[in-house]
């Protein structure tokens, strides 16, 4: 049967699957539920340089369809996750992923040089987060691309940035991150959202913006990998968004991703990658395909 391995440019990986951050934990906990070897990748939690406490609840809600978070990336710091995790990377049974966040951009730089020491594979960079005058970096070509040129400083990883289909148009900051040094990207985070209850007339998320995630952002983000990879065609991409099954997977790898991260599905569905890897290699068996390479970036036009 046809294997999965697929690779972001130089760097291989055994399954597209990738575990979106935020929804897999630290690893850790985890690990009981999830068999991260059927994962290309696992990325980490993001990890500030101090501790971040994150928002007062509510910071979960129904989107509908979809759901929104406002978590406010509660994380311990890097110097308690080197503590509490730094030790334990090796026992993930696939490639870990650091993902970095700061205000600032020698935070950035800061954190992933402390990952680096600790031993991730790699560093994801999350764009999203506000910088001190509250604008999420991930909309600014210049401001992404600073952070990614220090990170690049500060790690002799690869690294991953990853943008925000809310930057408009994103192939102007793909464009940056990739000048600045990052190696592939990652398309993308949730979508900035809102809710208001009309009875209470309270916010659904004591932020009152959030994230948005699941099913009715995937038609956006692909719409994103499609922009990036028509403009920047060699630079390699990791789709994510609303992605719960194989056809998913294959939807983004015929848009030119060459791997797929799995985020909120996880929520629902913790074990969702065994029916995906499954699913995966029978959609490639049913069309007589051997290497997902065949698949990338070759959907039909009209
Ligand atoms: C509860 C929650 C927490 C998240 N935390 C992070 C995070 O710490 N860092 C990050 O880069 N993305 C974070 N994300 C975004 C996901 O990694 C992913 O990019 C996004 O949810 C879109 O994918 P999905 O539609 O499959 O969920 C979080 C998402 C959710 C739902």
Redesign the pocket.
Known sequence: MAGLETSLGSYDLSSPIIG????VGSLMEFQSVIDFSLYGAA?S??VSPEPWPGREPPR?AHGDA??L?G?G?Q?PGIEAWVISYGNTLTSVPTDVWG?V?AHDIDGFADVASEMTRAGVDAI?V?L?CPNLDGRPFALDPKLSADVVRAVSQATMLPIGA?LSSDAQPISAVASAVQNAGADWI?V???VMGARIDPETRRPALSGLIG?Y???P??PI?IRSVLEIAMDIPELPIVG?????NAAHVVEFLLAGASAV???????KTPRVARSITRDLKRYMQRHGISSLTELIGAYEPW
């Open positions: 979106a951050s935020g929804t990325t939690k993001s979960i979809g759901m978070n978590i990336i994380n993902s966040v994801e999350n999203s990853k990652v993308a985070n949730t994230g995630s699941g099913a952002i995937r983000a994510c968004g609303g992605v719960s991260a799995i985020g909120s599905a996880h929520f």
